[in-house]
């Protein structure tokens, strides 16, 4: 049964920093497209980041980059967001995601990220 598990989230103020990691657990995902995704009450679900099988193949959206930066350890499993200069509109419940083409993504339980101003 496949898992991922998000960890890292919790209350900072603006300005600040987090890492989110995403342990991935029941078979490999070293050839599949990882990447973070984050919801806000009442909205949809939008895209942050996301990582290749190779860590020079990533995408951001306009707003996280060059403040966000994704990365993956093939090795671990395992797949990491390191927030930098956090802001108030980057308050959101974030997803991990495994990029399954052809079949239903697979998904984290989601963690609370709340940026105080």
């Known amino acids: 049964q496949v898992q991922l598990v998000e960890s890292g989230g919790g209350l900072v103020q603006a300005g600040g920093s987090l890492r989110l990691s995403c342990a991935a657990s029941g078979r490999t995902f070293r050839l599949n497209t990882m990447g973070w995704f984050r919801q806000t009450p009442g909205m949809e679900r939008e895209f942050v980041a996301a990582?290749?099988?190779?860590?020079?193949?990533?995408s951001y959206a306009d707003s996280v980059k060059g403040r966000f930066t994704i990365s993956r350890d093939n090795a671990k499993n395992t797949v990491s967001l390191q927030m930098t200069s956090l802001k108030p509109e980057d308050t959101a419940v974030y997803y991990c995601n495994v990029d399954r083409p052809g079949r239903d993504d697979y998904w984290g339980q989601g963690i609370q990220v709340t940026v105080s101003s």
């Open positions: 990582i290749g099988w190779s860590d020079s193949s990533t």
